[in-house]
Protein backbone atom coordinates (compact mmCIF):
# COMPACT_ATOMS: atom_id res chain seq x y z
CA UNK A 1 0.00 0.00 0.00
CA UNK A 2 2.48 2.41 0.37
CA UNK A 3 4.71 2.14 -2.19
CA UNK A 4 1.54 2.99 -4.40
CA UNK A 5 1.51 6.07 -2.62
CA UNK A 6 5.42 6.80 -3.72
CA UNK A 7 4.65 6.16 -7.21
CA UNK A 8 1.75 8.42 -7.13
CA UNK A 9 3.23 11.42 -5.66
CA UNK A 10 6.33 10.59 -7.99
CA UNK A 11 3.84 11.08 -10.69
CA UNK A 12 2.53 14.11 -9.25
CA UNK A 13 5.82 15.99 -8.64
CA UNK A 14 6.67 15.73 -12.74
CA UNK A 15 2.62 16.51 -14.00
CA UNK A 16 4.44 20.55 -13.57
CA UNK A 17 6.89 19.61 -16.33
CA UNK A 18 4.10 18.23 -18.77
CA UNK A 19 2.06 20.83 -18.74
CA UNK A 20 5.17 23.74 -19.41
CA UNK A 21 6.01 21.22 -22.39
CA UNK A 22 2.15 21.60 -23.72
CA UNK A 23 2.29 25.69 -23.51
CA UNK A 24 6.04 25.64 -25.61
CA UNK A 25 3.95 23.37 -27.83
CA UNK A 26 1.46 25.94 -28.48
CA UNK A 27 3.49 28.81 -29.17
CA UNK A 28 5.28 27.10 -31.83
CA UNK A 29 2.18 25.66 -33.27
CA UNK A 30 1.21 29.27 -33.27
CA UNK A 31 4.03 30.77 -35.09
CA UNK A 32 3.80 27.95 -37.42
CA UNK A 33 0.17 28.86 -38.63
CA UNK A 34 1.58 32.35 -39.16
CA UNK A 35 1.96 32.32 -43.41
CA UNK A 36 5.43 33.45 -44.44
CA UNK A 37 7.15 32.41 -41.05
CA UNK A 38 10.49 30.28 -41.56
CA UNK A 39 11.42 27.96 -39.37
CA UNK A 40 14.98 27.97 -40.34
CA UNK A 41 15.82 31.74 -39.86
CA UNK A 42 16.28 33.82 -37.08
CA UNK A 43 13.12 35.61 -35.31
CA UNK A 44 14.32 39.23 -36.22
CA UNK A 45 14.89 37.55 -39.74
CA UNK A 46 11.76 36.76 -39.78
CA UNK A 47 9.92 39.61 -38.40
CA UNK A 48 11.74 41.50 -41.10
CA UNK A 49 10.26 39.48 -43.83
CA UNK A 50 7.05 39.98 -42.77
CA UNK A 51 7.48 43.66 -42.52
CA UNK A 52 7.33 44.26 -38.51
CA UNK A 53 9.60 46.58 -36.98
CA UNK A 54 12.10 45.22 -33.98
CA UNK A 55 12.61 47.29 -31.76
CA UNK A 56 16.85 47.00 -32.67
CA UNK A 57 15.91 48.80 -36.17
CA UNK A 58 13.78 51.61 -34.52
CA UNK A 59 16.65 52.20 -31.90
CA UNK A 60 19.25 52.06 -34.86
CA UNK A 61 16.87 55.12 -36.73
CA UNK A 62 17.32 57.16 -33.78
CA UNK A 63 20.70 56.91 -33.44
CA UNK A 64 20.92 57.65 -37.11
CA UNK A 65 18.90 60.90 -36.92
CA UNK A 66 21.29 62.01 -33.67
CA UNK A 67 24.46 61.46 -35.45
CA UNK A 68 23.22 63.82 -38.04
CA UNK A 69 22.36 66.08 -36.20
CA UNK A 70 25.70 66.05 -34.46
CA UNK A 71 27.12 66.77 -37.74
CA UNK A 72 25.15 69.39 -38.32
CA UNK A 73 26.70 72.91 -38.20
CA UNK A 74 25.45 74.21 -34.90
CA UNK A 75 23.00 77.33 -35.13
CA UNK A 76 23.52 80.12 -32.33
CA UNK A 77 21.19 82.15 -30.85
CA UNK A 78 21.22 85.76 -30.46
CA UNK A 79 21.64 87.09 -26.93
CA UNK A 80 21.62 90.60 -25.27
CA UNK A 81 24.32 92.60 -25.61
CA UNK A 82 26.05 93.11 -21.45
CA UNK A 83 28.88 95.69 -20.87
CA UNK A 84 31.33 94.60 -18.54
CA UNK A 85 30.68 97.28 -16.27
CA UNK A 86 27.08 95.45 -15.80
CA UNK A 87 28.76 91.89 -15.21
CA UNK A 88 30.93 93.24 -12.40
CA UNK A 89 28.06 94.65 -10.88
CA UNK A 90 26.00 91.39 -10.52
CA UNK A 91 29.66 90.13 -9.05
CA UNK A 92 29.58 92.60 -6.51
CA UNK A 93 26.07 91.98 -5.64
CA UNK A 94 26.24 88.53 -5.71
CA UNK A 95 29.73 88.30 -3.67
CA UNK A 96 28.57 90.97 -1.28
CA UNK A 97 28.50 89.91 2.76
CA UNK A 98 25.23 89.69 4.70
CA UNK A 99 25.25 92.90 7.25
CA UNK A 100 25.87 91.80 10.41
CA UNK A 101 23.44 91.34 12.48
CA UNK A 102 21.64 88.92 9.74
CA UNK A 103 24.64 87.12 9.84
CA UNK A 104 24.16 86.61 14.21
CA UNK A 105 20.72 85.78 13.74
CA UNK A 106 21.58 82.87 11.76
CA UNK A 107 23.97 82.04 14.09
CA UNK A 108 22.02 81.69 16.83
CA UNK A 109 19.38 80.18 15.18
CA UNK A 110 19.17 76.93 17.37
CA UNK A 111 16.92 73.98 16.19
CA UNK A 112 15.69 71.78 18.83
CA UNK A 113 12.89 68.73 18.67
CA UNK A 114 10.20 69.31 21.58
CA UNK A 115 11.55 65.78 22.88
CA UNK A 116 14.88 67.11 23.25
CA UNK A 117 13.66 70.39 24.81
CA UNK A 118 11.49 68.31 27.37
CA UNK A 119 14.52 65.84 27.95
CA UNK A 120 16.72 69.14 28.21
CA UNK A 121 14.43 70.65 30.88
CA UNK A 122 14.03 67.25 33.12
CA UNK A 123 17.45 66.42 32.98
CA UNK A 124 18.20 70.18 34.67
CA UNK A 125 15.50 69.69 36.79
CA UNK A 126 16.95 66.68 38.66
CA UNK A 127 20.82 67.33 37.94
CA UNK A 128 21.37 70.82 37.47
CA UNK A 129 24.54 70.72 35.84
CA UNK A 130 25.83 67.17 36.45
CA UNK A 131 26.64 66.20 32.66
CA UNK A 132 27.96 63.17 34.07
CA UNK A 133 24.92 62.04 35.96
CA UNK A 134 22.94 62.89 33.42
CA UNK A 135 24.56 60.72 31.24
CA UNK A 136 24.02 57.74 33.49
CA UNK A 137 20.42 58.62 33.76
CA UNK A 138 18.54 56.23 31.02
CA UNK A 139 15.16 57.31 32.17
CA UNK A 140 15.22 60.69 31.38
CA UNK A 141 18.33 60.64 28.99
CA UNK A 142 16.16 58.51 26.92
CA UNK A 143 18.31 59.73 23.62
CA UNK A 144 21.82 58.42 25.54
CA UNK A 145 23.32 61.51 25.34
CA UNK A 146 26.71 61.72 26.72
CA UNK A 147 27.77 63.77 29.13
CA UNK A 148 29.00 66.04 26.35
CA UNK A 149 25.99 65.79 23.87
CA UNK A 150 24.14 67.15 27.55
CA UNK A 151 26.14 69.87 28.02
CA UNK A 152 25.74 71.46 24.34
CA UNK A 153 21.62 70.51 24.15
CA UNK A 154 21.80 72.55 27.74
CA UNK A 155 23.81 75.45 26.07
CA UNK A 156 21.34 75.35 23.10
CA UNK A 157 18.04 75.15 24.73
CA UNK A 158 19.54 78.63 26.60
CA UNK A 159 20.56 80.43 23.39
CA UNK A 160 17.10 79.60 22.26
CA UNK A 161 15.11 80.50 25.56
CA UNK A 162 17.66 82.54 27.25
CA UNK A 163 16.95 81.29 30.30
CA UNK A 164 17.73 77.52 31.88
CA UNK A 165 14.54 75.67 33.50
CA UNK A 166 14.47 76.02 36.87
CA UNK A 167 16.28 73.41 39.36
CA UNK A 168 14.07 71.75 42.07
Excluded at 59 to 88: F, R
Aim: glycine share 2%.
Amino acid sequence: MARRKTVKRAQKSHKHLFTRNKKINKTQKEQNKIPGWNKNISFTQNLSNLGMNTGYQINQKITDELKQKEQAPQQYIEAEEISIDQIKELQKQATQKLPQEEVEKKKNKVRMNIDDEWAVEALVKKYKQDWEAMKRDHKLNTFQWTAIQCQKKYNDYIKRYGKCPKPQ
